[in-house]
C-alpha cells in the first residue's frame, strides 16, 4: 500500500488525489514520517498519538478477551449447556468480533471521509473509540443499530467539532447514549444481555437480569444469585468488556503507568461513588454496602477507560480531582434514587464531559486571582 | 546566600555529542557577518557603504526608531558586501576581516565610579546596548526606561549547553565589572543565578553588587525567565531586563579596557559533530570555519531546542556561543510508533522503554516522530514547565489571539525559549514556540 504513494497518482491533480487522505492514513501507518522539524525545537520526543493510543487498546484488551469468554459462559449457563473454556471463549468470540468489524468499517470509514473533505491527516483517535463501543453494548445488539449509532457518535460526536482534541463529549459513550435512548428495548431490561440461541432454549431458573437490576430487590436477592466474588472477576450478565473488575483492573494499571490516562480521576471517581453508596446505604436507600457499586455494571470501565479520556475530561489537575469525584458521585446517585435508569455512568460522564470545561474555568480563575493576590502583597 | 531555588519539573535531554572541555583552535576569520535578524524589535538603518573602511567598534547599522542604538562591526577592515533579502530586507553586512586588528578607543573606566548615563552611552556607543534583552516580550530594551531589576542566568541547562564556568572562567574581572556596570542601570539590583552544582567554585558565586540566587534542577532550570518567575515574576506594567553572562563579559571589558572584544569559546556539539569540543572565535564567523560540516547535517546557532538554522555557508550570531550539528531525520521507519522496543529514539513518556536506561545518550536527528494533530495529552506541558503558570490555556490564548487571556494567563513571565521543551514532548507535534512567538508579536502590535 505504502508503494502505491507515488507522487502525481495521489497528489493534488492527480488522479486519485480523493483517495490521498486514505493512502496517508495506511502509509504513515506502516512506517513512520519522514517530516523534519521547521519552526521550534529541532528534536522531537518519540511519542506520538498513534502510540499513545495503542495504549489504549492495549489496556482494553484483557477486557475484551474476558469478555469474549463471558458471553460464551453465559450463554452456557443459560442454556445448561456443559460447554468447556476455549468453546466458551470461541463461541463469544464469534459473537464479538461482527460488532468488532461494523465498528471499525462504518467509524473509520466516516473518519477517512471526514479527513478527505477537510484535507487533514487522519486522527488517531478512532483507534480506541472503536475499540471501546463493542465493550460497551450488550453482545446481542442488532449489528444496523451499532451501525447507525456509530455513525452518528463519529459525525456529530466529533467530525461536526473538527475531530479528535476538539469534541465535548467521549464518542464511544455517545455511540451508547444514541442506542440507550433510541431503542431503548435492545439496551436494557432482562432479555439482552445474555445471547440465547433459538435452537438451545433457555434453562427454567434463567432471568438474564444483570446484577443492577436485581441489586433493586435487595441484597437477598443479589446474594441469591451472584456472590461478591462473582460479581469481582466478572461472571455476570451485561455489557461485552465491563463485568470484570480483575481485566479492567490490568487495563487501569497499564494506563496509569504509561501516564496516558489519569490516576486522580480514576482515585476521585471511586471516592465519590463510594461515599455516596456509603450515604445511600446509610440512609436506606440500598441494602447494599457502597463496595458493591464499584463492582455492578459499568462503573469500573467507566471509571478507567471513559471518565479518563484526556480530550473530554477536566486539563486541570485540580480540575481532575473534582470532575472524577463529581463522575463516581453522580453515577452511584442515579443508580440509587432513580428507578427509571439501573445503570447511571453513562449519564454521569456526559454530563461532566458537558462540565469539565467549566471545572476548569473556575480552578484556573481560582489561582490566578490567588496569584495575583501573593504577587501585589509580596 | 538566599534559599536554593530547586525546581522539580523539566526535562534534561539525553543527546550525544557534549563538547569536551578544551579549546582546540582558535579561528581567525577572513569575513564576519552582522545580522541585524539576530536582534528582535529593532529595525535596522544602514550606517556605512560597500567599500568603508571599519574599526572592531565602528557603528555599521543604528536602529530606525532610537538612532543612538548602534551596532557595531565585531572586527576592523572593510565592507565587503550588504545581503538582502526579499523586498530588501536588510539581512547582513559582511565586513572582510584585517590581518591586524585595531579597535575603537572608547577609553577605560573604572566602574565603580560610572554614573548610569556614561554606562548607557558606553553601551550604545561600542554596539553592546542590543544585548540588553527586556522583558516582557523579549526585544531589545529601551534605552529610555529605568527596568524593576536584571537578571543574569549564569548557567545554561539547555541540551549540550557550553559550561559558562569553562567559557568564562578566566574572565572574573570582566564579569565583575559588568555586573557593576549595569547595577547602575537599575534600582531593583542586578539579580545572578549560579547552578547550585557547582557554587562552590563557580567564580559568579563570588560576585560584588549582586543578588545572588542559587537554582537546581533539571531544563529550564538556567533559563532567565523560569528563574525570574521564581525570584520576582513580571506582572503588567513591569520592565525587567536580562543579559547573557557572555555579554556581561563583554560589558564588562569594555569598560575595563574600552575596546569592544567580543571573542569568546564556542561549543561544537551536536551528535553530527565531528570533534565536539570548544573553539575561540567571534559572532559572525562562517559556520564553515568554525568546524568540518558534513553532508545532510542541520547546522544550528545555539542550542536544539531553541536555536535557528544557520546553514553550512551561514554566519554564528550575535548571542550564540553554540554551535550544534544534527543529521535530518528523513528517514522513515517501518512501523516505528507500534514496536515495543525502540533503543534508538528517546522518549520522556512512559509509553516507551526510554526509562530503563536513564543514564543513555541519543544520537537524535530532526526526525518529527509523527503528524500534526490537535492538542489530545495536554498534562505533559505542565510536567515541562516550572511557572507558575498554565501553558495550554497561554497556548490557546495565542492562537485565539485574545489578548485579553494572554496577559490573564501570564504572556508577561514567558519567552517562547520557556515553553521550549513543550515542543519537544508534545504527542501532537505542535510547534508551541511559534505559537508563543506569535501571540508575543500580537501583544506588541496592539499594545503599541
Redesign the interface.
Request: a positive charge; hydrophobic letters at 35%.
Given at each position: 500500500m505504502a508503494d502505491q504513494n507515488k507522487p502525481g497518482l495521489f497528489e493534488k491533480g492527480g488522479k486519485l488525489y480523493w483517495l490521498h487522505s486514505t493512502i496517508d492514513a495506511f502509509d504513515?501507518f506502516?512506517?513512520?514520517?519522514?517530516?523534519?522539524?521547521?519552526?521550534?525545537?529541532?528534536?522531537?520526543?518519540?511519542?506520538?498519538?498513534?502510540?499513545?493510543m495503542?495504549?489504549v487498546v492495549i489496556a482494553l484488551v484483557p477486557a475484551a478477551l474476558f469478555g469474549m469468554y463471558n458471553v460464551g459462559y453465559q450463554t452456557a449457563v443459560a442454556t445448561g449447556a456443559s460447554w468447556g473454556f476455549w468453546k466458551m471463549f470461541f463461541y463469544g468470540l464469534l459473537k464479538v468480533l461482527p460488532l468488532y468489524i461494523v465498528s471499525y468499517i462504518v467509524g473509520l470509514a466516516i473518519e477517512f471521509a471526514d479527513a478527505q473533505i477537510k484535507g487533514e491527516?487522519v486522527?488517531?483517535?478512532y483507534l480506541v473509540s472503536g475499540f471501546l463501543i463493542p465493550l460497551i453494548v450488550p453482545v446481542d445488539v442488532p449489528l444496523w443499530m451499532l451501525a447507525i449509532a456509530v455513525a452518528f457518535a463519529v459525525i456529530f460526536g466529533k467530525c461536526v467539532f473538527?475531530?479528535?482534541?476538539?469534541n465535548i463529549w467521549n464518542p464511544a459513550l455517545l455511540a451508547r447514549a444514541f442506542l440507550f435512548f433510541s431503542y431503548p428495548s435492545s439496551m436494557s431490561g432482562s432479555d439482552v444481555w445474555v445471547h440465547i440461541p433459538k435452537d438451545m432454549p433457555a434453562v427454567d431458573s434463567f432471568t438474564g437480569a444483570t446484577p443492577l437490576a436485581i441489586a433493586h430487590d435487595g441484597m437477598g436477592a443479589l446474594n441469591a444469585q451472584y456472590s461478591f466474588m462473582d460479581l469481582f472477576y466478572g461472571l455476570i450478565p451485561g455489557s461485552v468488556g465491563e463485568t470484570s473488575v480483575i481485566a479492567i483492573l490490568i487495563g487501569a494499571l497499564i494506563l496509569v503507568?504509561?501516564?496516558?490516562a489519569?490516576w486522580k480521576i480514576m482515585i476521585s471517581s471511586i471516592a465519590g461513588g463510594l461515599l455516596v453508596g456509603w450515604l445511600g446505604h446509610l440512609g436506606g436507600a440500598t441494602e447494599l454496602p457502597a463496595v458493591y457499586q464499584l463492582v455492578m455494571g459499568g462503573f469500573l470501565f467507566g471509571t478507567v477507560f471513559m471518565a479518563t479520556d484526556?480530550?473530554t475530561s477536566a486539563?486541570?489537575?485540580c480540575g481532575k480531582w473534582i470532575y472524577g469525584f463529581l463522575v463516581g458521585a453522580l453515577a452511584v446517585t442515579v443508580r440509587l434514587w432513580n428507578p427509571g435508569y439501573a445503570e447511571g455512568m453513562m449519564l454521569a460522564i456526559l454530563l461532566m464531559n458537558t462540565f469539565a470545561p467549566l471545572i476548569d474555568h473556575c480552578v484556573?480563575s481560582a489561582?490566578?486571582s490567588a496569584?495575583?493576590k501573593k504577587?501585589r502583597t509580596a | 546566600m538566599s534559599n536554593n531555588i530547586h525546581l522539580k519539573k523539566g526535562l534534561d535531554i539525553p543527546m550525544k555529542g557534549a563538547a569536551a572541555q578544551r579549546v582546540v583552535k582558535t579561528v581567525v576569520p577572513d569575513t564576519v557577518a552582522l545580522k541585524p535578524t539576530d536582534f528582535k524589535g529593532l529595525v535596522p538603518r544602514l550606517l556605512v557603504k560597500e567599500g568603508d573602511r571599519v574599526l572592531a567598534g565602528s557603528p555599521i547599522l543604528c536602529d530606525k526608531q532610537n538612532p543612538d542604538i548602534l551596532f557595531t562591526s565585531p572586527v576592523s577592515g572593510t565592507v565587503a558586501e550588504v545581503v538582502r533579502g526579499d523586498k530588501r530586507k536588510l539581512l547582513a553586512v559582511l565586513v572582510k576581516a584585517d590581518a591586524e586588528q585595531e579597535y575603537v578607543d572608547f577609553g577605560p573606566k573604572d566602574p565603580a565610579s560610572l554614573s548610569a548615563e556614561e554606562v548607557r552611552q558606553l553601551l550604545l556607543k561600542s554596539g553592546l546596548w542590543p544585548s540588553l534583552i527586556q522583558r516582557p516580550y523579549g526585544v531589545a530594551a529601551n534605552p529610555e526606561l529605568r527596568p524593576k531589576s536584571i537578571f543574569i542566568s549564569s548557567f545554561s541547562t539547555a541540551p549540550l549547553a557550553p559550561d559558562t564556568d569553562f567559557v568564562l572562567g578566566d574572565k572574573a574581572s570582566d564579569i565583575q565589572a559588568g555586573i557593576l556596570a549595569l547595577g547602575k542601570l537599575t534600582d531593583g539590583g542586578v539579580h545572578l543565578c549560579v547552578n547550585q552544582a557547582v557554587e562552590a567554585k563557580s567564580p559568579f558565586a563570588k560576585m560584588d553588587g549582586a543578588i545572588i540566587h542559587t537554582v537546581s534542577g533539571p531544563h529550564p532550570a538556567g533559563n532567565v525567565g523560569v528563574q525570574i518567575s521564581h525570584i520576582a515574576p513580571i506582572m503588567k506594567g513591569d520592565t525587567v531586563w536580562t543579559v547573557s553572562p557572555l555579554l556581561v563579559a563583554a560589558i564588562g571589558h569594555v569598560v575595563l579596557t574600552g575596546k569592544l572584544d567580543l571573542r569568546r569559546r564556542i561549543a561544537i556539539t551536536g551528535p553530527a559533530a565531528v570533534e565536539p569540543a570548544y573553539v575561540e572565535a567571534l559572532p559572525g564567523t562562517p559556520t564553515a570555519q568554525l568546524t568540518q560540516i558534513e553532508e545532510g547535517v542541520r547546522v544550528i546557532g545555539g542550542d536544539v531546542l531553541t536555536g535557528t538554522i544557520l546553514g553550512p555557508e551561514g554566519y554564528l550570531g550575535f548571542f550564540d556561543n553554540q554551535l550544534t550539528l544534527l543529521k535530518e531525520g528523513t528517514e522513515r521507519e517501518v512501523l516505528g510508533w507500534a514496536k515495543p522496543f525502540r533503543p534508538k529514539v528517546h522518549s520522556s513518556s512512559w509509553c516507551y522503554f526510554s526509562w530503563l536506561t536513564p543514564k543513555k545518550q541519543y544520537d537524535m536527528d530532526t526526525n518529527l516522530h509523527g503528524g500534526p494533530r490537535a492538542f489530545v495529552e495536554t498534562k505533559c506541558f505542565e510536567d515541562v514547565t516550572p511557572i507558575d503558570i498554565f501553558p495550554i490555556y497561554l497556548i490557546k490564548a495565542c492562537l485565539a489571539g485574545d489578548i485579553e487571556k494572554m496577559e490573564k494567563f501570564g504572556i508577561y513571565e514567558v519567552l517562547p525559549e520557556d515553553l521550549a521543551l513543550c515542543d519537544y514532548v508534545d504527542p501532537s507535534k505542535n510547534d508551541i514556540q511559534a505559537i508563543i512567538q506569535d501571540g508575543i508579536d500580537l501583544m506588541i502590535k496592539e499594545m503599541a
Open positions: 504513515t506502516l512506517r513512520v514520517p519522514g517530516t523534519v522539524t521547521a519552526r521550534g525545537a529541532h528534536v522531537r520526543d518519540g511519542i506520538d498519538l498513534k502510540r499513545v495503542i495504549m491527516e486522527n488517531e483517535g473538527g475531530g479528535t482534541g476538539m503507568w504509561t501516564g496516558v489519569s484526556p480530550v486539563q486541570t489537575e484556573v489561582k490566578i496569584r495575583n504577587v | -
